[in-house]
């Protein structure tokens, strides 16, 4: 039988319409990119179709082999362990060999551009693609704080790579102050790492949700900022927007999968 790898896009899964739109889209730029190979899409949780389903999908185009992409900022619980374990066995009943799974974005290039983008929108209405914005290194943004929103795990690893990926960011975007949060499991929490901006010297308090697409999340921290921003009015809150909210700009992410889906079958082909 003659192997033909088929990709597998797995995003967490949100019940925010949106947010099902926005990785539709990656999905389908990934797709484009990716050809004449085959892809599908499935979510771990909360949206269809779901992981068996896709890989099932896979096996009926002619897939032998299938590769898992994990939309992802992190390797965490998901991707360490639901993921794997899940395509594992939908593989298993549709005949499938896996060959492996890419890794999360972690401290992609064209995720901290993409992240820095999302600031300079929110702060100074950058020029709108990120490839023609002039990178702001050593040009600190004087009394502007920058809170990035995490969603938080118990992995270690994970905590540290988004405390580094904030350090990265800063250089990039230098601000008077930078604090990091996170919705779970971690420290600060959200409402800690709001407080400290509010306690802060700050003019301007710009709030960044780390996270890949709109959801529940997203919803959730704009309302503790509005709360905020009624209650200490004295300072200028503003909260960017995701990392893959427009579809333009979702083309760095597609770019950032494909190199990382790719990475798995030539480690595969040489081992």
């Known amino acids: 039988m003659t192997k033909r790898v088929g990709y597998l896009l797995v995003g967490h899964g949100t019940r925010n319409i949106a947010g099902q739109q926005q990785f539709r889209e990656v999905f389908a730029q990934f797709a484009e990119r990716i050809s004449p190979e085959l892809a599908e899409l499935a979510f771990l949780e909360l949206a269809a179709p779901n992981i068996a389903t896709a890989v099932g999908q896979l096996a009926a185009q002619g897939a032998t082999h299938v590769v898992t992409v994990p939309v992802l900022l992190f390797a965490a619980g998901h991707a360490v362990r639901d993921i794997p374990i899940a395509v594992a066995q939908a593989a298993q009943q549709c005949g499938l060999k896996c060959v492996g799974q890419a890794s999360p974005f972690e401290l992609s290039p064209q995720v901290l551009e993409l992240s820095a983008f999302r600031f300079r929108q929110a702060v100074c209405q950058a020029a709108s693609t990120p490839s023609c914005i002039e990178r702001c290194e050593g040009r ?25 990926f904030a350090l990265l960011r800063r250089h990039i975007t230098p601000v008077a102050q930078l604090e990091v949060g996170f919705v779970f499991a971690q420290s600060p929490t959200v409402e800690e790492c709001l407080q400290r901006m509010a306690d802060s010297d700050c003019n301007t308090v710009v709030i960044q949700p780390h996270l890949l697409f709109e959801g529940e999340l997203v ?6 900022v509005a709360d905020f921003a009624t209650r200490y009015s004295r300072q200028h809150w503003l909260i960017t927007e995701t990392i893959g909210t427009d579809f333009a700009h979702g083309k760095s992410l597609a770019d950032s999968l494909t190199t990382l889906a790719r990475q798995v079958v030539d480690c595969g082909e040489s081992g």
Do not use: F
């Not at 600190?140 to 405390?163: H, V």
């Open 140 to 164: 600190r943004c004087p009394q502007i704080g920058l809170a990035l929103i995490g969603r938080g795990s118990r992995s270690d690893e994970a905590t540290e790579r988004m405390r580094q």
């Open 219 to 224: 919803e959730q921290l704009r309302g503790q």
